[in-house]
Nanobody
């Protein structure tokens, strides 16, 4: 099983930006489609973005136009650039496969607050 280590979260003011990174212990190429998920307090985990091996991307409506997912297969790393952050983006963010789930990492906390 591949292990993920997410990083880059923190406290940011509304309108600010963060860049999250997800380092995998194994090949993300073999996993295929990768995604970023988030879980807010009291809510279910949801998918916010996905990226195929070919670089095609898809986003939840709530983050479209503000978040950008990317991947570097040579580094087994997935990124999430988050701009124009809103308080409702506050959550723990995780990465994992979209069709092939591996073990969940600890996630990285993103808090958007003034």
């Amino acid at each position: 099983q591949v292990q993920f280590v997410e990083s880059g979260g923190g406290l940011v003011q509304p309108g600010g930006s963060l860049r999250l990174s997800c380092a995998a212990s194994g090949s993300i190429f073999s996993i295929g489609i990768m995604g970023w998920y988030r879980q807010a307090p009291g809510k279910q985990r949801e998918v916010v973005a996905g990226i195929t091996l070919g670089g095609n991307t898809n986003y939840a409506d709530s983050v479209k136009g503000r978040f950008t997912i990317s991947r570097d297969n040579s580094k087994n790393t997935v990124y999430l650039q988050m701009n124009s952050l809103k308080p409702e983006d506050t959550a723990v963010y995780y990465c994992n496969g979209l069709r092939r789930l591996e073990n969940w990492g600890q996630g990285t906390q993103v808090t958007v607050s003034s």
